[in-house]
């Protein structure tokens, strides 16, 4: 009859197996086992119970040994490092300038594990790319791995973006025909591809306008496409040509804007009016004489009742002097609709006993006021 006891107190814990007349004891002293683990005894407990006590200490003392040989690892010489990494591979990235044979016992392992290896060999390059079909099997799991292969096939490109054209961006030179195949979606791949052709930029126009944003300085062509697509590929055109804004305009409506036209200009025998900032204007007293002014009229956004019409308070203009005034408007506008929209001041002043006006508003297209964001 075998029976089997545990006996344990705050000094010590032992195993007592008796097997007949026959007793083996282990000892091994609390502290010592918690000390083991570096975890406050979380994995001492998990390896008592998987192992036995005593087995559970070994394996720990076992994993404690295999941690010191890896932070060690550079200090040994070739032939442990190699036993080393038949057991775990992966050590080749912890190893400083490793020899071509721990590399290539790295790299027979699987392929991919030249992605730890900072200056691989040619001769381990041949042995881990050498084998497309393990390769192609790597890449139907991994498609981001297809960035770790050194010129990869055209096949190897193409299997990689059947999972997304996004993964264009881990190809270091993608074919024309893997370009083509990744802007077809209607995902801005556009934007992982360097020095696209015209081709490549107008099939991804055609496939996302918004690719429009990724194209650095597009063709009047490649524009107007965009535009005619949807009228928002304006604001995302650095410097759209008249044509297209032109286009744009057709049909863009309920544009916001607090973008002013800074060539504005109103300018008569007595009173001149320049745009500063999209925030100030000056109006400046041509004369010798003081002049009053009555009312400065804002004429800036459009509703469906009409213009928006902002004006000021009365005040003096001294002889030869200029004042900065602050638009008064709220901080965004609205014009409701297009192609062309008003802008400009009308002005009532007075001289003496003449009263006087001076009126300029002018029609823009509504794409003028519609500024150029990044998408």
């Given at each position: 009859?075998?029976k089997?006891?545990?006996l344990?107190t705050?000094?010590?814990?032992s195993?007592?197996?008796?097997?007949?007349c026959?007793?083996v004891k282990h000892?091994v002293t609390?502290?010592?086992y918690?000390?083991a683990?570096?975890?406050d005894?979380?994995?001492?407990?998990m390896?008592?119970?998987?192992?036995?006590l005593?087995?559970?200490?070994?394996?720990?003392?076992?994993?404690q040994?295999w941690?010191g040989?890896?932070?060690?690892i550079?200090n040994?010489?070739?032939?442990?490092?190699?036993e080393?990494i038949k057991q775990n591979?992966l050590l080749?990235?912890?190893?400083?300038?490793p020899?071509?044979?721990?590399?290539l016992?790295?790299?027979s392992?699987?392929?991919s594990?030249?992605?730890?290896i900072?200056?691989p060999?040619?001769?381990?390059k041949k042995?881990?790319?050498g084998?497309e079909?393990?390769?192609?099997?790597?890449?139907?799991?991994y498609?981001?791995m297809i960035?770790?292969?050194?010129n990869p096939s055209?096949?190897?490109?193409?299997?990689a973006i059947?999972?997304?054209?996004?993964?264009?961006?881990?190809?270091?030179?993608?074919?024309?025909?893997?370009q083509?195949?990744?802007v077809k979606?209607?995902d801005?791949?556009?934007?992982?591809?360097k020095?696209p052709?015209?081709l490549?930029?107008?099939?991804?126009?055609?496939n996302?306008?918004?690719s429009?944003?990724y194209?650095?300085?597009p063709n009047e062509t490649?524009q107007?496409?965009?535009?005619?697509?949807?009228?928002e590929?304006?604001?995302?055109i650095?410097n759209?040509t008249?044509a297209a804004?032109i286009e744009?305009?057709?049909n863009?409506k309920?544009?916001?804007t607090?973008h002013?036209m800074?060539?504005?200009?109103l300018?008569d025998?007595?009173i001149?009016?320049?745009?500063?900032d999209?925030?100030?204007y000056s109006?400046?007293?041509l004369t010798?004489q003081?002049?009053?002014?009555n009312?400065?009229s804002?004429?800036?956004?459009?509703g469906s009742k009409g213009?928006?019409i902002?004006?000021?308070?009365?005040?003096?203009?001294p002889p030869n002097?200029i004042?900065?005034?602050?638009?008064t408007?709220?901080?965004?506008?609205?014009?409701?609709?297009?192609?062309?929209?008003?802008f400009?001041?009308?002005?009532?002043?007075?001289i003496?006993t003449?009263?006087?006006?001076?009126?300029k508003?002018?029609?823009?297209?509504i794409a003028?006021?519609i500024e150029y964001k990044?998408?």
């Amino acid at each position: 009859m075998k029976k089997m006891l545990l006996l344990s107190t705050s000094i010590t814990l032992s195993t007592l197996l008796f097997t007949g007349c026959n007793v083996v004891k282990h000892s091994v002293t609390y502290p010592a086992y918690l000390n083991a683990s570096n975890m406050d005894g979380t994995k001492a407990r998990m390896y008592s119970e998987k192992y036995g006590l005593h087995g559970g200490y070994l394996k720990l003392m076992e994993e404690q040994e295999w941690e010191g040989d890896i932070k060690n690892i550079n200090n040994f010489d070739e032939k442990k490092q190699i036993e080393m990494i038949k057991q775990n591979a992966l050590l080749i990235e912890r190893i400083n300038n490793p020899s071509e044979l721990l590399q290539l016992e790295a790299v027979s392992q699987d392929w991919s594990n030249i992605m730890y290896i900072k200056n691989p060999t040619d001769k381990v390059k041949k042995l881990a790319f050498g084998n497309e079909d393990n390769l192609l099997k790597t890449i139907r799991e991994y498609p981001s791995m297809i960035k770790h292969i050194d010129n990869p096939s055209e096949n190897l490109q193409l299997e990689a973006i059947k999972f997304g054209g996004s993964y264009i961006e881990y190809i270091k030179d993608p074919s024309p025909n893997v370009q083509l195949k990744a802007v077809k979606s209607q995902d801005l791949n556009i934007k992982y591809i360097k020095n696209p052709s015209e081709l490549i930029k107008s099939e991804a126009v055609r496939n996302n306008w918004r690719s429009i944003s990724y194209i650095e300085n597009p063709n009047e062509t490649l524009q107007i496409e965009a535009v005619k697509k949807d009228w928002e590929a304006i604001k995302y055109i650095k410097n759209p040509t008249l044509a297209a804004k032109i286009e744009a305009s057709k049909n863009a409506k309920m544009v916001r804007t607090n973008h002013k036209m800074k060539d504005y200009v109103l300018l008569d025998k007595y009173i001149k009016i320049e745009i500063k900032d999209d925030y100030e204007y000056s109006i400046k007293n041509l004369t010798n004489q003081f002049i009053n002014i009555n009312n400065i009229s804002f004429y800036y956004g459009k509703g469906s009742k009409g213009n928006d019409i902002y004006s000021t308070e009365s005040f003096t203009l001294p002889p030869n002097s200029i004042k900065s005034l602050s638009f008064t408007h709220p901080e965004d506008v609205l014009y409701d609709k297009g192609p062309h929209v008003n802008f400009g001041f009308a002005v009532n002043y007075s001289i003496g006993t003449k009263n006087l006006e001076a009126y300029k508003v002018n029609k823009y297209l509504i794409a003028e006021f519609i500024e150029y964001k990044k998408y």
